[in-house]
C-alpha cells in the first residue's frame, strides 16, 4: 500500500476533536456534579458578629453578604416562625456584656452550636442613644467558593480544549498554506517548490493535482511557442518573397510595402519572443542588477539615447541575464518613445529591489494601466501604431517580472508630470 494511501483523511482530526471536546466537558460536569451540591455557607463565630455589633466594623469576606447598619427602631423577624435561638441570644449579651433584651437575633435554620450561627441571619444591639446597630445577612454572594471552583474547572478545561483544537487547526491548515504559497508562486517555465510532502489525504491529493495541472500547463505553454516558432518560421518565406516581388512597384508603394512588411516580420518576432519569455527560467544565475543597468544605460547612451541613471546600492537577484536585459531595455525604450528621455534609479527595500523608469511623457490612466500589460492591448490614442510597437512589450514585461518572481506596476511621477515604470524584483541571498 503506497503512503499516500496510508494517510488519513483530513475529517479523522476534527471529528476526534469534536469528541474529545464532548468527553472533556462531560467529565468536568460529571465531577462538579457529582462531588457534591453546593456546600452551606460556613458558619460565623458568634464573637466576630459580637465585634461587629460592637464596634460596627465590617466582616470579613463570606460566602453570604453581610452589612452593617444604623436604625432608629429593632429590626422585625423575616417571617413570624423565624427562629429565635435563646441560648445563642444569651451568649451574645454575655459577650456584650449587656441586658438580653437589648440582643435580637433572628435566624433562618435552627442552630446547633450556640457559639456559632450558620446560614441567613439578622443580629441587633441597642446603642446607649436608643439607636439600634444591625448585623444583616440575608443577601447571598453572587458566587460563592462553590461556584468559583466549578467556574475555574470549566475554564482550565476550555483553554486545554483551546490549545488542542489551535495545535489542530495549525496541523491541518500548515501543507495548505505551503501549498498556497507555492501556487501562487507558480510560473510557466518554473518547477514547483516547496510542496508539502505530508499532511492528510486530502492536502496530499490536492499536491498531486496542483503538481499535475502545472505540468499540464507547462506543456501547454511549451506547444504555444513551438506553434509560434514554426509559424515564425513557415512565414519568413513568403514574406521573403513578398519583399522581392514589391521591389517592381513603383517608390511610394514600394515604400508602404515594405513597411507593412516589416511590421508583420515585427509582429511575429514579438509574438514568438513573449512565447519563448513566459516559458522561461531554465537558465538561472546571480545576477548584479546595478551592473546589468549600468550596461544598459551606457550602451543606449552610446547611441544617443537621452537616458540617464541614478544608481542605488548593490542588488544581486537570481533570473536569466538576457531576459533581464530584455525587460529594462523595452521600458527604457517605451520611456523614451513616449517621454522624450527616461531616468532609471533603484533602492532596495527590505529583500526586495525596486526600479523606476521615469519619463517626461503623459504618464499612464490609473483606469487602463493593468489592461495595458495583455497581449496586443495598446494605450490611449497618443500611442497609436504610427510610434511602432505591437502590443506585445508590456506584456513580455510582465511575464518576464513574474518569471523572476517579481512585479510591475504603472503609474504617474508624484512631483510633477510623467510616467513612472516600477519594477520589484527578490533580492537573492
Known amino acids: 500500500m503506497s503512503r499516500t494511501n496510508r494517510a488519513h483523511s483530513i475529517a479523522v482530526p476534527i471529528f476526534l476533536l469534536v469528541i474529545a471536546s464532548v468527553v472533556a466537558i462531560a467529565l468536568v460536569l460529571f465531577t462538579v456534579t457529582f462531588r457534591g451540591p453546593p456546600p452551606r455557607p460556613a458558619p460565623l463565630p458568634l464573637a466576630a458578629i459580637a465585634s461587629a455589633l460592637r464596634t460596627g466594623a465590617d466582616l470579613p469576606p463570606l460566602d453570604i453578604r453581610t452589612v452593617v447598619t444604623i436604625a432608629d427602631t429593632a429590626p422585625q423577624p423575616y417571617h413570624p416562625d423565624d427562629e429565635r435561638p435563646a441560648a445563642t441570644i444569651a451568649l451574645l449579651a454575655k459577650m456584650l456584656d449587656h441586658d438580653p433584651a437589648d440582643i435580637r437575633l433572628f435566624t433562618m435554620f435552627p442552630q446547633s452550636d450556640p457559639t456559632e450561627v450558620r446560614g441567613k ?37 476550555l483553554l486545554v480544549l483551546g490549545i488542542l483544537a489551535w495545535w489542530v487547526a495549525r496541523a491541518i491548515s500548515r501543507p495548505l498554506r505551503k501549498l498556497a504559497d507555492s501556487a501562487a508562486m507558480a510560473r510557466v517555465g518554473v518547477p514547483l517548490s516547496d510542496l ?27 506547444g504555444r511557442t513551438t506553434m509560434l516558432a514554426a509559424i515564425a518560421h513557415d512565414l519568413g518565406t513568403p514574406l ?5 516581388r514589391v521591389e517592381q512597384l513603383p ?13 508583420m516580420r515585427a509582429m511575429i518576432a514579438d509574438a514568438l519572443r513573449f512565447a519563448r519569455d513566459g516559458a522561461s527560467g531554465t537558465d538561472r544565475q546571480r545576477v548584479d542588477l546595478g551592473s546589468l543597468l549600468d550596461s544598459l544605460i551606457e550602451d543606449m547612451t552610446a547611441t544617443g539615447a537621452a537616458v540617464s541613471i541614478d544608481p542605488g546600492g548593490r542588488a544581486i537577484v537570481r533570473g536569466d541575464p538576457g531576459a533581464l536585459r530584455r525587460l529594462f531595455v523595452n521600458l527604457v525604450e517605451n520611456a523614451l518613445r513616449y517621454g522624450d528621455r527616461a531616468v532609471v534609479t533603484w533602492w532596495i527595500v527590505d529583500e526586495t529591489v525596486e526600479v523606476f523608469i521615469e519619463d517626461d ?35 513580455i514585461v510582465r511575464s518576464i517580472a513574474e518569471t523572476h518572481g517579481g512585479t510591475v506596476a504603472l503609474g504617474s511621477r508624484d512631483d510633477q508630470p510623467g510616467g513612472r515604470v516600477t519594477v520589484k524584483l527578490p533580492i537573492d541571498g
Open 121 to 157: 441571619f439578622t443580629a441587633a444591639f441597642r446603642l446607649p442613644d436608643g439607636r439600634w446597630r444591625i448585623v444583616d445577612a440575608t443577601r447571598p454572594s453572587l458566587l460563592t467558593s462553590w461556584h468559583m471552583l466549578t467556574l475555574q474547572t470549566l475554564c482550565f478545561a
Open 196 to 222: 508539502p510532502e505530508g499532511g492528510s489525504r486530502e492536502v496530499r491529493d490536492l499536491t498531486r493535482s496542483v503538481s499535475a495541472m502545472h505540468r499540464r500547463l507547462a506543456q501547454h505553454a511549451e
Open 240 to 244: 521573403s518573397r513578398l519583399a522581392f
Open 251 to 263: 517608390d511610394d508603394a514600394r515604400a508602404r510595402a515594405n513597411a507593412d512588411i516589416d511590421e
Open 361 to 395: 511623457g503623459p504618464g499612464f490612466d490609473p483606469a487602463q494601466a493593468e489592461s495595458l500589460f495583455e497581449p496586443f492591448v495598446r494605450g490611449d490614442p497618443s500611442r497609436n501604431r504610427a510610434t511602432g510597437g505591437t502590443g506585445l512589450g508590456l506584456a
